[in-house]
């Protein structure tokens, strides 16, 4: 069991709009920033956005990142069939038992 | 061009031991910290490992602690994943990844390609 909850899979259609959600905790979104990695099929993860919101250079804009209290999202806007991929979002996490980074579960984007 | 290369992934008993390297090339090996995750099959990424520059600090995930090392040798730019007393559930696809920090954030950029390692008898 992750500790920050994804949804396991998320769907639209070419040109549609879809959003994952990420949610977290105090020690973790809550008072660190939030980053999402795209994993296409058969390949290595590949950072999408960093610090909340920020996309690297080669990445559409297309792909938005927001946080809010303990919960962070990824839009997709304009969807294409290339991104069809798992999505996981991650976080810094000053817990009591130590700190660590920690992934959500994944969410399974599929472009019908 | 900044690229990480995994290996040293394998078949191998359980309580068995295998050492994971990652060569890295393209960027100032000594000036970053790097991590390694892993990705059981079917299943979604897990943080290992963590060592900073310099090895002064290091940090392990609950399920690998005390079987598990990380090192790196920064004369060689590499890294380096010890694994001890390998249990069925250590198998996955090992990935290292750097770390870039910037101001309160950090993040995982690159990441290798990937080593597997099998534990089964």
């Known amino acids: 069991q992750s500790v920050l909850t994804q949804p396991p899979s998320a769907s639209g259609t070419p040109g549609q709009r879809v959003t994952i959600s990420c949610s977290g905790s105090?020690?973790?979104?809550?008072?660190?920033?939030v980053n999402w990695y795209q994993q296409l099929p058969g390949t290595a993860p590949k950072l999408l956005i960093y610090?909340?919101?920020q996309r690297p250079s080669g990445v559409p804009d297309r792909f938005s990142g927001s946080k809010s209290g303990t919960s962070a999202s990824l839009a997709i806007s304009g969807l294409q069939s290339e991104d069809e991929a798992d999505y996981y979002c991650?976080?810094?996490?000053?817990?009591?038992?130590?700190?660590?980074?920690?992934f959500g579960g994944g969410t399974k984007l599929t472009v019908l | 061009e900044v690229q990480l290369v995994e290996s040293g992934g394998g078949l191998v008993q359980p309580g068995g031991s295998l050492r994971l390297s990652c060569a890295a090339s393209?960027?100032?090996?000594?000036?970053?910290?790097m991590n390694w995750v892993r990705q059981a099959p079917g299943k979604g990424l897990e943080w290992v490992s963590y060592?900073?520059?310099?090895?002064?600090?290091?940090y392990y995930a609950d399920s690998v602690k005390g079987r598990f090392t990380i090192s790196r040798d920064n004369a060689k730019n590499s890294l380096y994943l010890q694994m001890n007393s390998l249990r069925d559930e250590d198998t996955a696809v090992y990935y290292c990844?750097?770390?870039?920090?910037?101001?309160?954030?950090?993040?995982?950029?690159?990441w290798g390609q990937g080593t597997l390692v099998t534990v089964s008898s």
């Open positions: 990844a750097r770390v870039v920090l910037a101001a309160a954030a950090n993040w995982f950029d690159p």
């Open positions: 393209g960027f100032t090996f000594s000036s970053y910290s």
């Open positions: 060592i900073s520059s310099s090895s002064s600090t290091i």
């Open positions: 105090s020690s973790n979104i809550g008072s660190n920033t």
């Open positions: 610090s909340n919101n």
């Open positions: 991650a976080a810094w996490d000053d817990s009591l038992n130590g700190s660590n980074w920690v």
